[in-house]
């Protein structure tokens, strides 16, 4: 049985899969439902404000003309049905009145809203709920929601196009095209799922990047932030980056106040935020994460900077994932991704894990992650299933 059930809910993940850009800030859910071994229903969450999964597959089985089968049927689900009213109405009411008779779900939404309450409620009515399957895999594709609910803050994952010998531009700044149009194209899906994309300006002004998505086909936009702690990007105004729907110019919160006296009034797609600076005169990148964060619901902040912004979020420990892609050519002594002062002995306790490796065409891709904060996140959850499953 319990194969059975792994087997229909690696379905049911696929198909969360295909809408990875689509529902932030929910988390990316599929869902299948199965009468005997066959398939009568299936969906995944649609964007923000518009059906969950649970929803989608309940429709697609009643469009089928199967609706008297539900009785008889199994659901699986990638995430606990919500049980509140949020953007939508509660699945589980929708679950309940379906007739369903048992639910599988792959790990329980953390959400204090949520937090196990679907599950009991729909054995409340009699429903036989299992919970705990695909747990890695589905932690992996929502780990931004995962860590904005357990840990209260978002996902950071940096992302690095370089030489074999980790160069990412020329003496004179020359950076086009160190990575092959795969890669770049590789890139576009991992800035189509993320939140926000955050970038320097310094990358702003020196390449004129327009930072939004392409070679993917989405309604959805990530937001885009600017670290610009004197505002410079607004002398500028025709950078393609402006032509995004949602700027964000995040500046020193003195420079802020005396900018609002200076200039004139900002486009509607133009919001300026300011934040304290450290004895270096650096943002506190803390205080930045946590106000744009809080706001926007961020689950997954993408990074695409030089070693500026890359070095400042290294050293203040906020680097969750590093999403680096090589190419084969060596660049000699020119710039790097990061600029850190030497270490003197090399670290005892490396807390970074490579977890995933993958060939594009000419190039490879290698990700990194901060392997106590996943382990930290994994850890919550499989406690969380234990407690639901005793």
Aim: aromatic fraction near 6%.
């Amino acid at each position: 049985m319990k194969d059975r059930h792994t087997h229909f809910m690696r379905l049911a993940y696929e198909l969360s899969l295909k809408n990875r850009h689509l529902p932030d800030p929910n988390p990316c859910v599929g869902c299948v439902i199965v009468h005997g071994d066959k398939i009568i229903g299936q969906g995944a969450t649609q964007v923000a404000g518009s059906n969950h999964a649970e929803i989608e597959a309940l429709q697609d089985v009643e469009k089928r003309g199967l609706g008297s089968l539900l009785k008889d049927s199994t659901l699986y689900v990638t995430l606990e049905p919500c049980s509140h009213h949020g953007r939508t109405p509660p699945c589980v009411d929708a679950l309940i009145r379906s007739g369903i008779r048992e639910v599988a779900v792959a790990l329980p939404d953390p959400n204090p809203l949520v937090g196990g309450n679907g599950i009991s409620s729909l054995r409340s009515h009699g429903i036989d709920v299992h919970v705990g399957y695909l747990m890695e895999e589905v932690l992996e594709l929502n780990v931004g929601f995962f860590s904005r609910m357990l840990l209260g803050r978002p996902w950071i994952r940096t992302k690095i196009a370089s030489s074999l010998d980790g160069r990412i531009s020329l003496a004179n700044g020359k950076s086009k095209w160190i990575t092959n149009e795969q890669s770049r194209h590789d890139g576009h899906k991992w800035r189509s799922r993320a939140s926000i994309i955050f970038t320097g300006v310094g990358t702003v002004l020196a390449d004129n990047p327009r930072m939004n998505v392409r070679y993917v086909e989405t309604p959805r936009e990530p937001l885009v932030a600017i670290m610009d702690s004197d505002f410079r990007t607004l002398d500028n105004p025709n950078l393609n980056i402006f032509s995004n729907p949602k700027i964000i110019i995040c500046g020193n919160a003195s420079a802020l106040s005396n900018f609002a006296y200076d200039r004139g009034v900002l486009p509607n797609n133009i919001d300026l935020i300011g934040i304290d600076t450290d004895s270096n005169g650096l943002l506190n990148l803390r205080e930045l994460i946590e106000k744009v964060g809080i706001a926007n619901e961020i689950n997954e902040i993408h990074v695409e900077a030089g070693s500026g912004l890359n070095t400042s979020l290294y050293e203040a420990g906020l680097i969750d994932e590093y999403l680096w892609y090589f190419a084969p050519m060596i660049l000699g002594d020119c710039n790097a991704p990061f600029n850190i002062s030497p270490l003197e002995s090399i670290p005892e306790h490396d807390y970074l894990e490579m977890f995933d490796l993958t060939k594009i065409s000419n190039n490879v891709r290698l990700r990194i992650r901060n392997s106590v904060r996943w382990k930290a996140l994994l850890n919550s959850l499989k406690e969380m299933v234990r407690c639901l499953q005793a």
